[in-house]
T-cell receptor, first 111, second 116 residues
Framework: TQLLEQSPQFLSIQEGENLTVYCNSS?????LQWYRQEPGEGPVLLVT?????EVKKLKRLTFQFGDARKDSSLHITAAQPGDTGLYLC???????????FGKGTKLTVNP | GAVVSQHPSRVICKSGTSVKIECRSL??????MFWYRQFPKQSLMLMAT?????????EQGVEKDKFLINHASLTLSTLTVTSAHPEDSSFYIC????????????FGDGTRLSIL
C-alpha cells in the first residue's frame, strides 16, 4: 500500500498550458516537501509546507497544503519546456525525520 | 545553504568489487543522514537511516551486511556496497537534514553504480 498517492504519474503537455499534480494520503504529515529531479541528478527542494491550508508561490508554481495536512497540490501556470522533469512529493510523519515519497510525476513540456 | 555533496558521481566496476560512496554535508551538521536507491523511472526507495555515532537503521528487505553504513562524524556518512553484483547496479542517493523542526532533507547529486 502506497502511503502517499501521487498523480498523475506521467503528464505530457504543450508549452503554455497549465497543470496540477496531486499528492494524497490518509496520514497526517507534520510537513510536506516538493522536489524536482533531473535525470542523473539528485532531487532539488522546491518548497516545504508546514501549516494546514498553507499556500506558497514560487514564480509560476503554486503549492498548497490541505487543511488537514493529508494532501498537497502543485499547480504550474503557463508551463515551459524548462519545467520538464520528475516532480516528487514527500511527507514527514510526526516525530520522524524519515520521508514518505510519492511515486513521482514525470512532466514533459513540449515546445 | 544546506549543500550535500556525494562522491563519486559514477562508478563502473567488476562483479565482486566493494564500492564506497561518501555523503557530506558541507555547511551544516547532520546527526541523521539517509540513503536511498532509485530504479529507472521510479521514485526513491529508502534503504537506511544513518545515525552519527551509532548503528544505522535499515528498512525491511535491505541487507545490512551487503550495504554497510558508517556515520563517523556529523558531516560524513559512507555507504559501502560489499561484493557488488550486477543486480546492485542502480542510482544511489543520500540526503541530510539540518537540525530543527520541519527542516527538509537536502539531497546529494547521486551516484550511478554500474557493476559489470
Amino acid at each position: 500500500t502506497q502511503l502517499l498517492e501521487q498523480s498523475p504519474q506521467f503528464l505530457s503537455i504543450q508549452e503554455g498550458e497549465n497543470l496540477t499534480v496531486y499528492c494524497n494520503s490518509s496520514s497526517v504529515f507534520s510537513s510536506l516537501q516538493w522536489y524536482r529531479q533531473e535525470p542523473g541528478e539528485g532531487p532539488v527542494l522546491l518548497v516545504t509546507v508546514v501549516t494546514g491550508g498553507e499556500v506558497k508561490k514560487l514564480k509560476r508554481l503554486t503549492f498548497q497544503f490541505g487543511d488537514a495536512r493529508k494532501d498537497s497540490s502543485l499547480h504550474i501556470t503557463a508551463a515551459q519546456p524548462g519545467d520538464t522533469g520528475l516532480y516528487l512529493c514527500a511527507g514527514a510523519l510526526g516525530g520522524s525525520e524519515k520521508l514518505v515519497f510519492g511515486k513521482g510525476t514525470k512532466l514533459t513540456v513540449n515546445p | 545553504g544546506a549543500v550535500v555533496s556525494q562522491h563519486p558521481s559514477r562508478v563502473i566496476c567488476k562483479s565482486g568489487t566493494s564500492v564506497k560512496i561518501e555523503c557530506r554535508s558541507l555547511d551544516f551538521q547532520a546527526t541523521t543522514m539517509f540513503w536511498y536507491r532509485q530504479f529507472p523511472k521510479q521514485s526513491l526507495m529508502l534503504m537506511a537511516t544513518s545515525n552519527e555515532g551509532s548503528k544505522a537503521t535499515y528498512e525491511q528487505g535491505v541487507e545490512k551486511d551487503k550495504f554497510l553504513i558508517n556515520h563517523a562524524s556529523l558531516t560524513l556518512s559512507t555507504l559501502t556496497v560489499t561484493s557488488a553484483h550486477p543486480e546492485d547496479s542502480s542510482f544511489y542517493i543520500c540526503s541530510a537534514c539540518p537540525g530543527g523542526d520541519n527542516q527538509p532533507q537536502h539531497f546529494g547529486d547521486g551516484t550511478r553504480l554500474s557493476i559489470l
